[in-house]
């Protein structure tokens, strides 16, 4: 079993949709959780980076993480063309400073 | 503040032959982290570098190798190479604390043929 389990999609909805995004993971000693947009082509882009269990928002994003259930989403509020890219889940726990688990990530594809 | 820089961008090889890339952190980070990309297995951790020692190792063949040198840019050498090490190797930098999150380059394309 992978340490991070995640949908790989694709994922299609249309603009203005609310998109929800999820991973499930194994490891408890998770305690940061990220989630990184990446266009093709490129390298990932750090979206959200949450410690612990609770909620973050960002303008149109807003992060969760539910550690009793080891679960973490990541929703995108009126959904853009823009989004359309891959997102990958990524926690690491306290120790492994510099080592991130992924998640294979999810194909989001936003159309107008 | 200028980004993760990677040289070079793109690399075809033939199997057997070696290689190395390049990785610059962001100024002031002192942790270097690399990643293998590929379709089948996703995101998989390399090693990690900080203040030049490795302080982090994945479950990679020994045929992969890195080092970071004093002024924290990094290099990752992959000898022996077959044909499934094709794949994006992406870099990460971070301050190297508890707190810190990783911010990743463009990569560098490898194609073995």
């Known amino acids: 079993q992978k340490e991070v389990e995640q949908d790989p999609g694709p994922l299609s909805v249309p603009e203005g949709a609310i998109v929800s995004l999820n991973c499930t993971y194994s490891n408890s000693a998770f305690q940061y959780f990220m989630w990184y947009r990446q266009y093709s082509r490129k390298g990932p882009e750090l979206l959200m980076y949450t410690y612990s269990s609770g909620n973050k928002e960002d303008g149109r994003f807003t992060a969760q993480v539910d550690k009793s259930s080891k679960y973490i989403s990541l929703f995108i509020r009126d959904s853009q063309p823009s989004d359309s890219a891959t997102y990958l889940c990524?926690?690491?726990?306290?120790?492994?400073?510099?080592?991130?688990?992924f998640g294979r990530g999810t194909q989001l594809t936003v159309w107008p | 503040k200028a980004g993760v820089t990677q040289t070079p961008r793109y690399l075809i090889k033939t199997r057997g032959q070696q290689v190395t890339l390049s990785c610059s952190p962001i100024?002031?980070?002192?942790?270097v982290s690399w990643y293998q990309q590929t379709p089948g297995q996703g995101l998989q951790f390399l090693f990690e570098?900080?203040?030049?020692?490795?302080?982090n190792k994945g479950n990679f063949p020994g045929r992969f190798s890195g080092r970071q040198f004093s002024n924290s840019r990094s290099e990752m050498n992959v000898s022996t190479l077959e044909l499934g090490d094709s794949a994006l190797y992406l870099c990460?930098?971070?301050?190297?604390?508890?707190?810190?999150?990783?911010?990743f380059g463009p990569g560098t394309r490898l194609l073995v043929l």
């Open positions: 990524a926690p690491r726990g306290g120790s492994t400073l510099g080592r991130l688990y």
């Open positions: 100024s002031g980070h002192r942790s």
């Open positions: 990460a930098s971070t301050l190297g604390g508890r707190e810190e999150t990783q911010y």
């Open positions: 570098y900080f203040s030049e020692t490795q302080r």
